[in-house]
C-alpha cells in the first residue's frame, strides 16, 4: 500500500470550477510529476471548503494548510516551496482567519464533514471514513420499525423548509402494506441564495446515497428516486458515479448482503420550476405532467408517486441519517437544542468579510454565525438587514440578529428555517429594491394553478414598481400587506403563503427605504 | 426523426421530461419541435396538448427555436444584490437585443431565470450547460467574444 | 357504502357520507357557499380560493371544494376574515378581467358577475393587470376571449377528462397561464370537436359560441327572403329557463308562437325529420342485419361525435351510419321538397335551425352538406341564441298562448322527440326496426334499458326472436371506452359482438348539448331529458313510422326508405382528420351513386 507524506485535496465543485480549479489541478499534478514527487504526494479533488470568496482553495494534510486564490502561475513556487523545502508558502494561505474552523472544524459537523477531507468520487475514500457501515448495521442489525424508532427518538426535523419530524413521516408510511413504496430525495433546490444541497451532494454524494439507502429500508421502499434540478450538472455525474460504484460494490440491486432485500436507486431530472421543491409538484413532475402541487390530504406518504406510498425527503434531511445510526439517537439529541436537534448548514451571502458556509448546531444566533462564521461586516459597511431563508424568508433588521437559528426560535416571528441561505445587506442597499427582486421571483415561479397566488404576486409586483416610479403614496404599502395577507390565508400551497413574511417584515422594519422613493419623486416634481 | 432518442426509453408518461430533455439538446437550435412533439405523443400514447402543456409550464424547454447559445442571466435576489442588472445592460449592449430575444445570426438566445444555485458566484450565468459566475463586464465582453470567434 | 361522518356547519347538524367534500356537505342542508371555479359535476381545481372557510382547530382557512369532512368538524361559512378574504379574492382575478358586462355575451348568467355583485366589489378601486389579446373566433362553433378568462380549468377538465377530445391545455406558468391549443394555433386549427362543452360550464364569457344572431335578423328583416325555421327536440325542454320558468318545463306550443311573432315564415320541427331519420337509419340496419353488412352500425347524428370519429377512430368509419343527421336532412329538404310545394325559389329560402348544440354551425358548413345545390342550412342559432332575440323582440315567452308548427314538415311523433335523449335514438331505432322485422309493433314501446345517465349503457333486445346487442354512450369518454372495446374485439376476433350502438358527444345527450344555458349540470340536463320522455308518453302517435307527414314525404317526394333520390338528399359520407389541426387528410367513406 501507497503512503503519502502529504494529501493536497483541491475544491472542485461547481463554484471553484467557475474560477479554475480543474486547471489548477491538473497543473498540481503536472508539476509534481515534473518534480517526481508523485509517490509522495498525492492530489486529489474534494468537494466545498467552505469559502466563496477566496478564489480556488486547496487545503494540505496533515499539515491542516489552507490555500487560497490560487493561479496557474503559483503552481511552481507551490510545489516547490511547500513540499521540496518543506516551508509553508504564507503569501497563499488563507488570510481570514476568523475561519479557523476549515479544516479542523470539520470533525464538529455532521453532513459536510467530509466535504474537504475526501474525494467524492471514489467510494474506497469513502469507505475509509466509516462509509456505508451505518448502511451495513441496518440492513444485518437492525428490522426497519427499528430504524424508524431511532430516527423518531433522534428528534431529526426535515431540512427542506417545514421542519417535520422526519421519524414521524418515515412512520405513516413505513405502517402501510404495500408492494410498492417509494422514496423520492429532494435535491431540486431552488430556494434563492440556496445551494447547500449541491454542496453535500458534489461534497459528499456517497453519504446522501447510504442515507437514501436506510431511509427506503426504513419505510419498506425498494425503489428511490433523487430528483435533482436539471442545471445541477456537476451533481448529477458525481451522483451517476456515486450509484455506479455502490452497485459495482454490491451496496445496491438484488439480495443485499444475502437479507434478500432489493433496493433500486435512480436519478430524475428537473425541468426548471421553483414550485417543483413543493413534494406534491415534485411528483407531478415525476410522472410527466405539469409542476402543479396536488391537495393534501392525502398526504405523499400514503398517496404519492403514481398513487404509492412515498416519503418525500430533504437532501440534508437524508444526509444526517448514516451518523444517527452509527452514533445512536442519543447522540444526536445532544446536539443542538431540544426541539431543534442536530446542526443546520449555513450559506452566508453578501456584504460579509467572508463568504462561505458553515454547519453549526442549531440554536447557533444569527450574530455569531454572521460575526464567528462570516467574519462580520466586510470593511466600511454597516449591517443593515439580513434576508434569511431565501426569497420565501424574512428580512431580519440589526434589534434581532440575536435571535437563536432554530425551528421553534423562528416559529416564533413565523419564519421557517429551511434553505439555511442567509443574505447579508449593508447600508447601501435599499430594502424597496430587493423586495422587488423577491416578487418578480415569486410571479416568475408562481405555478398559475391558484388566483390568489398567480394574481396576487402579479398585483404586489405592480405595486412596488408603481411605489419605485413615485406613482403611489404610502397606502400603497398597505394594500401590499392585505394582498400578502390574502395570499397567505388562500393560496393552495406554501409557494404563494410565503409572501405575507417577507412583503410585511420588509415593509415594518424598513419603511423608509419605501418612502424614500415616493419622497424623491415628489422632489422631482416639485 | 426522433425514434433513436424516444426509444432509450420505456414507452411512459413518467419519461416525459426526459425525452424532452434529450430533443431540445439534440437540437441545434435549442428547442422542442412540433414534429418533435407529435413524435414524442405517438411514442408514449399521450395526447399532444398534455405534451405542449408541459413545454411551457418549465423554463428549461422552448418550443421556439434559438440561438446555438442560450443565455441564461439570474436575476434572483443574491445575484441581483451584486449586480445582475448591470450584467443584463452589457449583454443587451453586445447582443444588441433584448431578453427573450435571439441575435439575427442565431447565434446567441438571452434570457433572464431564476436562482441557478451558484449563489456563492453572483453574478451568474449560464450558456448552454456551462456556468460562468463572478461576472463583470470585462469577463462577459471577453466570454461572448470567445464564443463568437469559435464561430468563425 | 362507507361510513357516515357528523359534523357542524354553521351551527347545523349535518351528516354524510365519508369522502364528502365539505362544499357538497354544505348543499345537503341548503347552505350555499359561495364559489367560482368550481362546478357540481367536475373535480375541482382548487384554483379561486372563494370556498375558504373556517375550521375549529385550523388556524388556516381550507377550501370547501376540496376538504373532505371528518367526525366532529365544526365549520363556520362566514365571518370578516372570510368575508375579506374572498372580496379581495374577486377583486385580484377582477383586475385581469375585461369587465364588459352590459354587452357582454354572459350578462347575467356570468359566475363571477354574481359574486362581485353580492359581495359590493368595487371596481374602480382595483388596479388593472390586463394586456389585452387577440380574441380567438377562428372557429365557427366556439370563440375564445382570453380577455375574459381566469383560468379556473374547468373547460380543461372538461375537454380531457370527460370528452377525452384533448385540445385544450393549459400553457405557460404563473400570472401568464391561459387555456389554450396546442402551439397557440387556434380553435378552427386544432383537434376541437366543437361539442361547446367547455363554453357550458365556462364561469364566464371566455368561451362562447359564435354569434349569429345578427345575420338571422338581417334575413327575417328582409322582405325579399323566406325564412324556414327547425328546432330540435332538446330545445323545447330547455328554452323556459332562459325566461325563468322551471327546469324541465315543456313549451313547444310557446316556441311556435314566439318563433312566429319573430318572424319566420314557415314554423317546422327537426323532430320530423328525426321521424325521417329513423325510417332511413332503421331500414339502413335492418339490411346491414339481414344482409351480413358492416355491424355495429354507430349513429351519425352528432356532429361532435362524427369530427371525433373522423379524427380518432377513422378506421371504424364503415360503421357508421350513412344518414346525415335530422338538422341537414331537414335542410336538404327545405330546398328542394319543400320549394317545390310551396313555389319557391330555393335561393330566396333561408334555412334556420335552432339547436342545443354548437357542432351543428360547424356541421352545416361541412363543404358536403349541400346535396340541395344549396348550402342545405344557412345558419344555425343555440338556445342561448334564440332566447336573446325573443328577449330583444320584446316577447313575453313565459306568457305566450300555445301556437302550432306548420303541417308539412312540423310534425312528430313520440319516437322523434326522445331524440334529445341520451338513448333516445336508439330507442326510436328500435321501435321502427322491431317494426320493420316482424311487422308488428312493440307491445311495450318504452325500452327502459336505454334509458338513464349511465356512461355506457348496454342490453340485448329481442326482435321477433333475434337477439340484438345494442349500446348507447354518452359523453366522448364513454364513446372513446366503447369505441376502443369494439376495436378490440374486431382485432382479435374479426368482429364485433355489437350490432347497433348510438353514441351522443355531449353528457346527457342533446340535453346538455354545447348550445344549452350556461352552467347546466347533470342534474339539470337529466330532468329535461325526463321531460321528454313524458311528453313521448302523452302523444298519441310514438312510431316513426306512423308519422303521417313522413309518410306523405316519401309519396310526394322520395319514393322509399334508401330510394335514389333518398341517398342523394340524405345520406352522406365521412373523412380521415390528422390529429393535429383536425383537418381533412383523405376521404374515408365515399358515396356512392
Known amino acids: 500500500m501507497k503512503y503519502f507524506r502529504n494529501l493536497i485535496l483541491i475544491e472542485t465543485n461547481e463554484s471553484s470550477i467557475q474560477k479554475g480549479s480543474k486547471e489548477i ?103 475509509g471514513v466509516q462509509g456505508y457501515e451505518a448502511w451495513e448495521h441496518a440492513l444485518l442489525k437492525k428490522k426497519p420499525e427499528e430504524i424508524v424508532e431511532i430516527v423518531k427518538a433522534s428528534g431529526l426535523r426535515g431540512r427542506g423548509g417545514a421542519g417535520f419530524p422526519c421519524g414521524l413521516k418515515w412512520s405513516f408510511t413505513s405502517s402501510i402494506e404495500s408492494e410498492n413504496k417509494h422514496v423520492v430525495i429532494n435535491a431540486d433546490e431552488g430556494e434563492p441564495g440556496t445551494f447547500k444541497d449541491r454542496l453535500i451532494m458534489e461534497g459528499d454524494p456517497h453519504k446522501l446515497l447510504e442515507g437514501t439507502m436506510i431511509t427506503s429500508y426504513a419505510v419498506g421502499a425498494h425503489t428511490a428516486y433523487i430528483y435533482i434540478r436539471g442545471e445541477y450538472k456537476l451533481c448529477i455525474e458525481r451522483l451517476q458515479k456515486a450509484i455506479k460504484q455502490a452497485y459495482d460494490y454490491g451496496l445496491l440491486g438484488k439480495n443485499i448482503f444475502d437479507t434478500g432485500y432489493n433496493l433500486d436507486v435512480y436519478l430524475r431530472i428537473g425541468a426548471g420550476a421553483y414550485v417543483c421543491g413543493e413534494e406534491t409538484a415534485l411528483i407531478e413532475s415525476m410522472e410527466g405532467n405539469r409542476g402543479n402541487p396536488r391537495n393534501k390530504p392525502p398526504y405523499p406518504g400514503q398517496a404519492g408517486f403514481q398513487q404509492y406510498p412515498t416519503v418525500v425527503n430533504n437532501v440534508e434531511t437524508v444526509t444526517n441519517i448514516p451518523s444517527i445510526i452509527l452514533k445512536g439517537a442519543d447522540w444526536y439529541k445532544n446536539i443542538g437544542t431540544p426541539e431543534s436537534p442536530g446542526t443546520k448548514v449555513f450559506t452566508i451571502l453578501g456584504d460579509v468579510d467572508v463568504p462561505g458556509l458553515c454547519e453549526v448546531e442549531m440554536g447557533t444566533t444569527l450574530r455569531t454565525i454572521i460575526n464567528r462564521y462570516g467574519g462580520g461586516m466586510k470593511q466600511g459597511s454597516r449591517f443593515k438587514a439580513a434576508l434569511v431563508g431565501g426569497a420565501a424568508g424574512i428580512f431580519i433588521p440589526d434589534e434581532m440578529l440575536d435571535v437563536k437559528m432554530d425551528f421553534y426560535s423562528l416559529a416564533e416571528y413565523k419564519a421557517i428555517l429551511g434553505s439555511g441561505a442567509i443574505l447579508v445587506m449593508d447600508n447601501s442597499v435599499n430594502i424597496a429594491d430587493m423586495l422587488e427582486s423577491i416578487i418578480r421571483f415569486f410571479r416568475h415561479e408562481s405555478c398559475g394553478k391558484c388566483m390568489p397566488c398567480s394574481n396576487g404576486n402579479e398585483m404586489l409586483y405592480r405595486s412596488i414598481k408603481a411605489i419605485k416610479r413615485g406613482e403611489a403614496d404610502e397606502s400603497e404599502l398597505d394594500k401590499m400587506v392585505i394582498i400578502a395577507e390574502t395570499m397567505h390565508k388562500t393560496s393552495f400551497c406554501a409557494l404563494g403563503q410565503s409572501l405575507l413574511l417577507v412583503v410585511k417584515s420588509a415593509i415594518e422594519n424598513f419603511k423608509d427605504d419605501f418612502l424614500t422613493y415616493l419622497r424623491n419623486r415628489k422632489a422631482v416634481n416639485n | 426523426m426522433y425514434k433513436d432518442i424516444c426509444q432509450k426509453y420505456t414507452p411512459t408518461k413518467d419519461n416525459l421530461i426526459y425525452i424532452l430533455h434529450d430533443i431540445q439538446d439534440s437540437h441545434p437550435q435549442n428547442y422542442v419541435s412540433e414534429e418533435a412533439v407529435e413524435e414524442v405523443a405517438d411514442y408514449l400514447k399521450i395526447p399532444v396538448n398534455h405534451i405542449y402543456g408541459v413545454l411551457t409550464f418549465y423554463t428549461m424547454y422552448s418550443t421556439k427555436p434559438r440561438g446555438k447559445y442560450v443565455i441564461r442571466l439570474c436575476e434572483s435576489p443574491p445575484c441581483y444584490l451584486r449586480g445582475s442588472t448591470n450584467i443584463l445592460k452589457k449583454l443587451k449592449e453586445l447582443l444588441k437585443i433584448k431578453a427573450g430575444e435571439t441575435t439575427t445570426n442565431g447565434l446567441f438566445t438571452l434570457e433572464l431565470c431564476a436562482c441557478l444555485g451558484l449563489c456563492g458566484n453572483a453574478p451568474v450565468m449560464m450558456i448552454n450547460n456551462d456556468f460562468y459566475g463572478d461576472l463583470n463586464d470585462d469577463k462577459v465582453e471577453n466570454i461572448i467574444n470567445k464564443l463568437q470567434e469559435t464561430e468563425v | 357504502m362507507g361510513r357516515m361522518i357528523n359534523l357542524t356547519i354553521d351551527g347545523k347538524k349535518v351528516n354524510v357520507a365519508e369522502n364528502t367534500t365539505i362544499i357538497k356537505a354544505a348543499d345537503e342542508i341548503g347552505i350555499k357557499i359561495p364559489s367560482l371555479c368550481y362546478h357540481e359535476d367536475l373535480i375541482p381545481t382548487s384554483g379561486c380560493g372563494v370556498c375558504v372557510v373556517e375550521i375549529e382547530g385550523s388556524d388556516m382557512p381550507k377550501r370547501a371544494c376540496s376538504t373532505t369532512v371528518y367526525e366532529g368538524m365544526n365549520v363556520k361559512t362566514n365571518s370578516i376574515q372570510l368575508r375579506n378574504l374572498r372580496k379581495m379574492l374577486i377583486e385580484l382575478i377582477l383586475a385581469d378581467h375585461h369587465v364588459d358586462c352590459p354587452t357582454c355575451i354572459a350578462n347575467n348568467k356570468c359566475e363571477l358577475q354574481d359574486l362581485a355583485y353580492y359581495m359590493g366589489v368595487k371596481t374602480e378601486d382595483i388596479a388593472s393587470l390586463m394586456k389585452k389579446e387577440p380574441v380567438d373566433d377562428s372557429s365557427v362553433s366556439i370563440v375564445r376571449d382570453p380577455n375574459k378568462c381566469i383560468a379556473c380549468g374547468r373547460c380543461v377538465t372538461v375537454c380531457n377528462e370527460i370528452q377525452t377530445v384533448y385540445a385544450l391545455t393549459h400553457v405557460n406558468r404563473g400570472f401568464d397561464v391561459e387555456i389554450n391549443t396546442p402551439f397557440s394555433k387556434g380553435m378552427a386549427d386544432s383537434i376541437c370537436i366543437n361539442c361547446g362543452q367547455c363554453a357550458v360550464y365556462c364561469p364566464t364569457a371566455a368561451l362562447t359560441e359564435k354569434i349569429e344572431t345578427d345575420q338571422v335578423w338581417t334575413e327575417l328583416l328582409n322582405p325579399a327572403k323566406h325564412v324556414v325555421i327547425q328546432a330540435a327536440p332538446a330545445v323545447r325542454v330547455t328554452l323556459g329557463e332562459e325566461f325563468g320558468m322551471e327546469e324541465g318545463s315543456l313549451t313547444v306550443g310557446k316556441m311556435y308562437a314566439a318563433f312566429r311573432r319573430l318572424g319566420f315564415d314557415a314554423i317546422f320541427d327537426t323532430n320530423f325529420t328525426a321521424d325521417l331519420t329513423i325510417m332511413e337509419e332503421g331500414t339502413e340496419f335492418v339490411t346491414r342485419f339481414k344482409e351480413g353488412g358492416t355491424l355495429p352500425l354507430i349513429t351519425s347524428c352528432s356532429p361532435g361525435w362524427v369530427k371525433f370519429m373522423e379524427t380518432y377512430y377513422s378506421d371504424l368509419a364503415d360503421n357508421v351510419s350513412t344518414c346525415k343527421s335530422p338538422q341537414q336532412m331537414f335542410g336538404a329538404l327545405v330546398k328542394t321538397f319543400y320549394a317545390k310545394e310551396k313555389n319557391i325559389t330555393p335561393e330566396s329560402i333561408t334555412s334556420v335551425s335552432i339547436m342545443p348544440c354548437t357542432a351543428k354551425k360547424f356541421e352545416a358548413r361541412r363543404s358536403e352538406m349541400n346535396d340541395s345545390g344549396y348550402q342545405d342550412v344557412d345558419y344555425v342559432l343555440t338556445t342561448r341564441e334564440i332566447a336573446r332575440m325573443i328577449k330583444e323582440a320584446g316577447i313575453d315567452f313565459k306568457h305566450l298562448e300555445d301556437e302550432k308548427a306548420d303541417d308539412l314538415m312540423g310534425i312528430y311523433t313520440g319516437a322523434g322527440t326522445i331524440f334529445g335523449a341520451t338513448g333516445g335514438v336508439m330507442e326510436a331505432a328500435l321501435r321502427s326496426a322491431y317494426y320493420l322485422i316482424t311487422g308488428k309493433n312493440l307491445p311495450d314501446c318504452e325500452i327502459k334499458a336505454v334509458r338513464g345517465m349511465e356512461g355506457i349503457k348496454e342490453a340485448v333486445v329481442d326482435v321477433g326472436g333475434i337477439k340484438v346487442k345494442i349500446a348507447v354512450a354518452h359523453s366522448l369518454g364513454h364513446a372513446r371506452k366503447l369505441m376502443d372495446k369494439i376495436r378490440k374485439q374486431i382485432e382479435e376476433t374479426g368482429k364485433s359482438d355489437y350490432h347497433f350502438i348510438e353514441v351522443m358527444a355531449c353528457p346527457g345527450g342533446c340535453v346538455g348539448g354545447g348550445g344549452q344555458p350556461f352552467g347546466s349540470s347533470l342534474a339539470t340536463r337529466a330532468r329535461r331529458g325526463e321531460t321528454l320522455y313524458k311528453e313521448d308518453k302523452g302523444l298519441k302517435l310514438r312510431f316513426s313510422h306512423e308519422n303521417p307527414a313522413v309518410a306523405a314525404l316519401y309519396e310526394k317526394f322520395l319514393g322509399s326508405p334508401g330510394s335514389e333520390i333518398a341517398h342523394n338528399l340524405l345520406h352522406t359520407h365521412y373523412f380521415h382528420r390528422d390529429k393535429l389541426e383536425g383537418k381533412v387528410v383523405k376521404e374515408a367513406t365515399y358515396k356512392n351513386h
Open chain 1, 25 to 127: 489541478f491538473q497543473a498540481l499534478k503536472k508539476e509534481l510529476m515534473n518534480k517526481d514527487l508523485t509517490d509522495e504526494i498525492n492530489v486529489l479533488e474534494t468537494g466545498s471548503l467552505g469559502l466563496f470568496g477566496e478564489g480556488v482553495c486547496a487545503v494540505v494534510y496533515p499539515d491542516n494548510i489552507v490555500y487560497c486564490n490560487l493561479t496557474l502561475d503559483d503552481i511552481p513556487e507551490l510545489i516547490e516551496e511547500h513540499f521540496v523545502k518543506g516551508r509553508v508558502l504564507t503569501r497563499l494561505v488563507m488570510k481570514k482567519t476568523v475561519r479557523n474552523d476549515i479544516p479542523l472544524g470539520y470533525e464538529k459537523r455532521i453532513v459536510l464533514k467530509n466535504s474537504g477531507v475526501i474525494n467524492p468520487e471514489n467510494i474506497n475514500d469513502y469507505l
